[in-house]
Nanobody
Framework: QVQLLESGGGLVQPGGSLTLSCAASGNILSIDFMDWYRQAPGKQRELVAGISSSSTNYADSVKGRFTISRDNAKNTVYLQMGSLKPEDTAVYYC????????????????WGQGTQVTVSS
């Protein structure tokens, strides 16, 4: 089984910065896509940013403020968040898509447990 460990959430003032990380373990050979989603109270979960081996994509609401990156050797995805706004407050989840594991024939998807980000003065 793949285990995901998210960290980096917390309370930050508007205009501040945070960096989230999501580290995966469990006989992983490769990961196609690594994504960050968020879910605010009363709202649907939405894609914030995604990264493949060759490209990145961002929600319009975070373009220019957030940067997603990955370290394939560590099976870790990061989300650098800057110029944070109160509307960025949400639980942030990482998602791994297309995970190839040693001894497993099929690609698998996994979600992290979520980390709270609160932007408030």
């Amino acid at each position: 089984q793949v285990q995901l460990l998210e960290s980096g959430g917390g309370l930050v003032q508007p205009g501040g910065s945070l960096t989230l990380s999501c580290a995966a373990s469990g006989n992983i050979l490769s990961i196609d896509f690594m994504d960050w989603y968020r879910q605010a109270p009363g709202k649907q979960r939405e894609l914030v940013a995604g990264i493949s081996s060759s490209s990145t994509n961002y929600a319009d609401s975070v373009k220019g403020r957030f940067t997603i990156s990955r370290d394939n050797a560590k099976n870790t995805v990061y989300l650098q968040m800057g110029s944070l706004k109160p509307e960025d407050t949400a639980v942030y989840y990482c998602k791994l898509e297309g995970v190839m594991r040693r001894g497993r024939p099929n690609l698998e998807n996994y979600w992290g447990q979520g980390t709270q980000v609160t932007v408030s003065s």
